[in-house]
Structures are given as C-alpha cells and as structure tokens.
C-alpha cells in the first residue's frame, strides 16, 4: 500500500538549534514530494516541493528538505529554528495523481 | 488574490441529518480538491475536479457523500446522512496545474471542522 510516514508525532526544539522533521514513503514510481504547514486555525500552506533535479530544495521561511531516492526519505530542516516555526508539519508524496499525506508532526520551538 | 475559503469554519450536528460544506477556490484554478483529515490521523484525499468534472472520486468514502462543483466555480460536499465517523476536518485546496502540470502546487482553504453528535 501506499503510504508517507511522519515518525514523530511532536518535536521539541530550543530556539536557535537546528531542527529536523522526518518523512519516508512508500509510493510506486518518482513521485513528487510536498512539505505544508499548518498555522493554528489556518489552512494548510506550501512550504517546498521536490520534482527533479537538485536532490536539497529550499522553501519558505528558510526550510529547505533533502530528498534521498536509496532510504525513501525527504526530511525537512531548518538551520536555527524560530519560536515562529512552532506549527503542525505535513509531509504530502503523490501517487496515481493523488496526494499522499503523512500524519502530521506537531513542531514546539521553545524560547 | 484572494485566496481558498470554506464555509462554514465550524459546523456541529446530529447523526443522521445533512450537512453541506461550500468551497470557493483561487479565481482561474480548474482544479479543485477535496480532503478529510479525522482527529490526529493523516490528511485522506476524498476527490479531484478539473473544472466541472470529476476527475477522480476514487477517495469518497461511500454514497452518504455527495461533491458537485456546477460551471465549474465553487464546490460544494454534501453528507447525507452524517455519521458519527465522518467528524474531522475537511479541507478544500485549488491549483492552476494538475501534476502532470509546470505548476501542482496546492493552494488550501482554512478547513471546515465537522462534528457529528
């Protein structure tokens, strides 16, 4: 079965450490892979995208993710985190021209 | 640019009445999505339009769900009638581009939450 894994429910980070949220997947084929966000009571909003090319993509906000074809991964990072950054991350991979989504993972930056 | 609204933000109801969630996407976006994310569990794909027409409806989760999106504009999810396990939160997205497009970047709308007593 398809499917995107997001290992982490919650990730707790000081301010100005580096931070890492994980995805691997399990889809057919090259797939393209999302990064969203989630503000509270806010829509989902994109963040980066991995289609081809150059395997670290760099976002908004300063997120770049890198992709790695051998372990299936492409986990988002950020180099100093902000108490800003502290939101609900998704993790989205399509396949058969629908998205695939994780389950989210809850990112706390603490001052 | 405006961006994707949902009506209404917050919609709480009885088993076995109907509900009907509205989506307003990007003015110019064909495409038009529709998801369902159930308490702390992952996002769930429920159906894609491309214009009027239904592009894949392979997520709905049964005949009690009813999507139409007439002249190809708003979109509008009708559940009838609910059950108590189609409480969640249902998000509406719009795209210039499908996939297959230069440009697949999905665009949400804030979420409608629904919750079926």
């Known amino acids: 079965a398809q499917s995107v894994a997001q290992p982490e429910d919650q990730v707790n980070v000081a301010e100005g450490n580096p931070l890492t949220v994980k995805c691997t997947y399990s889809v057919s084929g090259n797939p393209y892979l999302f990064w969203y966000v989630q503000y509270p009571n806010r829509g989902l909003q994109f963040l980066l995208k991995?289609?081809?090319?150059d395997n670290l993509v760099k976002g908004s906000y300063g997120f770049e993710a890198e992709f790695n074809k051998s372990q299936t991964s492409f986990h988002l990072k950020k180099p100093s985190a902000l108490v800003s950054d502290s939101a609900l991350y998704f993790c989205a991979v399509t396949s058969n021209y629908q998205l695939i989504w994780g389950a989210g993972t809850k990112l706390i930056i603490k001052p | 640019e405006a961006g994707v609204t949902q009506f209404p933000s917050h919609s709480v109801i009885e088993k076995g009445q109907t509900v009907t969630l509205r989506c307003d996407p990007i003015s110019g976006h064909d495409n038009l999505y529709w998801y369902r994310r159930v308490m702390g569990k992952e996002i769930k794909f429920l159906l894609h339009?491309?214009?009027?027409?239904?592009?894949?409806e392979s997520g709905m989760p049964n005949n009690r769900f009813l999507a139409e999106r007439t002249g190809g504009t708003y979109s509008t999810l009708k559940v009838q009638p609910a059950e108590l396990e189609d409480s969640g939160v249902y998000f509406c997205?719009?795209?210039?581009?499908?996939?297959?497009?230069?440009?697949?970047?999905?665009?949400f709308g804030p979420g409608t939450r629904l919750t079926v007593l």
């Open positions: 339009f491309v214009k009027e027409s239904k592009q894949d």
């Open positions: 997205a719009s795209s210039q581009d499908s996939f297959s497009g230069t440009d697949p970047r999905q665009f």
């Open positions: 991995y289609i081809t090319g």
